[in-house]
């Protein structure tokens, strides 16, 4: 069955950095295109970034344009993102999604907080 397991989440200062993995099993990983989606409190879910299935193209929300980056690795069968300059308002909970055979799995999430 797929399974996404996200890690890497925690309490930051603002300015600071942290990197989120993705590890995924159950389905061929390199075939997928990848997404991080986030959702903070009392939020909608919102699209945070999406890399192609080689990793070849990535694309990012505005909002966190030149602060974060999406990367795979495929060998690893994993997906990280890179967070730099986090601000309190990228304060949420952190979730990767694949859409495999037609259906959207989910990991369980990581939380990250952003606050002095």
């Known amino acids: 069955q797929v399974q996404l397991v996200e890690s890497g989440g925690g309490l930051v200062q603002p300015g600071g950095s942290l990197r989120l993995s993705c590890a995924a099993s159950?389905?061929?990983?390199?075939?997928?295109?990848m997404r991080w989606y986030r959702q903070a409190p009392g939020k909608e879910r919102e699209l945070v970034a999406t890399?192609?299935?080689?990793?070849?193209?990535?694309n990012l929300a505005d909002s966190v344009k030149g602060r974060f980056t999406i990367s795979r690795d495929n060998a690893k069968n994993t997906m990280y993102l890179q967070m730099n300059s986090l601000k309190p308002e990228d304060t949420a909970v952190y979730y990767c999604?694949?859409?495999?055979?037609?259906?959207?799995?989910w990991g369980q999430g990581t939380q990250v907080t952003v606050s002095s």
């Open positions: 999604n694949a859409d495999v055979f037609g259906l959207k799995y």
């Open positions: 159950g389905f061929t990983f390199s075939r997928y295109a």
């Open positions: 890399i192609t299935s080689s990793g070849g193209s990535t």
